[in-house]
């Protein structure tokens, strides 16, 4: 950050904050340590049938257990798995509706506040909201940036 509190992107599509990062990596997932909470988005039904929700579901269960948080559009619903956390931002009612980046952002927030309590170090995620759900990435990334730039939180994007 500069002195007028500007968050830099510098090489390697790295995004810096004093402690905060958001730091962008080609590979799977799922191959980031064991000590790393996993994020990505669903549905409030809890559908998890296409895209890499259906990965998530495969590894970690738990369909009745996150149904029966009652999460919300703007919610995020919680498993935890051994030392991590499993985040589940829901950003959308029915699995075939859009999220909006409103919805992206409040759950974003509600995973934040949460992360903070727990004191969680590191949260891996896909470009959340970016692949079959079709948000924009830049602006999802400005997203997560605007969020978490407060926090020293760091942040893996995967994509393959």
């Given at each position: 950050m500069d002195g007028n509190g500007i968050v830099k992107k510098s090489k390697g599509n790295h995004v810096r904050s004093e402690g905060f990062a958001i730091t962008e990596v080609r590979g799977d997932?799922?191959?980031?340590?064991?000590?790393?909470?996993?994020?990505?988005?669903?549905?409030?039904?809890?559908?998890?049938?296409?895209?890499?929700?259906?990965?998530?579901?495969?590894k970690f269960g738990g369909v009745q257990e996150l149904s029966e948080q009652g999460k919300k559009p703007g919610d995020v619903a919680i498993l935890k798995r051994g030392q991590?956390?499993?985040?589940?931002?829901?950003?959308?009612?029915r699995y075939w509706h859009k999220p909006t980046y409103l919805s992206l952002r409040s759950s974003l927030e509600a995973m934040k506040q949460h992360a903070l309590e727990?004191?969680?170090?590191?949260?891996?995620?896909?470009r959340i909201g970016c692949g079959l759900d079709g948000l924009v990435w830049d602006r999802v990334r400005d997203i997560l940036t605007d969020i978490f730039k407060d926090t020293d939180i760091k942040i893996s994007v995967y994509s393959l």
């Open positions: 997932l799922f191959t980031c340590s064991d000590g790393t909470s996993l994020a990505h988005c669903i549905s409030q039904d809890v559908r998890m049938g296409k895209g890499i929700a259906t990965h998530f579901k495969t991590r956390h499993i985040y589940y931002l829901v950003t959308k009612e727990h004191e969680v170090a590191a949260i891996a995620m896909p």
